[in-house]
């Protein structure tokens, strides 16, 4: 063999450490440490920082009073995520039986913290 040239073995070698090095930023760029849900169906994605607001799919139900205000958050922190932000926990925190509409907020720092909010509006 020549000097210099790599062995077969070698090269398998080298793709494994290409694959290694370049699996954080492929999961940075694709979005892998996003949170998922309502929110992340929303097609604004800042690079470095995010936060936005954004109404839910849902029909608004204007025989229903906008009185009270209940939210649930959930949070994550690289690959953990905890906490329960749907709209059953909204509706109990706020004490709401009758559902006017629903938001969501979500916030994005890095892709190593983010927040997802439901925010429930009704009686």
Sequence with gaps: METGTPTPNGFQ?????????????????????????????????????????APGAFNIDNSVKCAKCG??????????????SSIKAAMDAGGITKVHHVDFESTNIFNIYTEATTIVWGE
């Design 13 to 53: 070698a080298m793709r494994w450490q290409r694959r290694i090095r370049n699996a954080p930023g492929a999961m940075f760029l694709t979005g892998c440490c996003m949170q998922g849900g309502p929110v992340s169906t929303v097609a604004i994605t800042g690079g470095i920082t995010s936060e936005h607001r």
């Design 71 to 84: 939210t649930a958050k959930s949070k994550g922190i690289v690959l953990y995520t905890t906490g329960d």
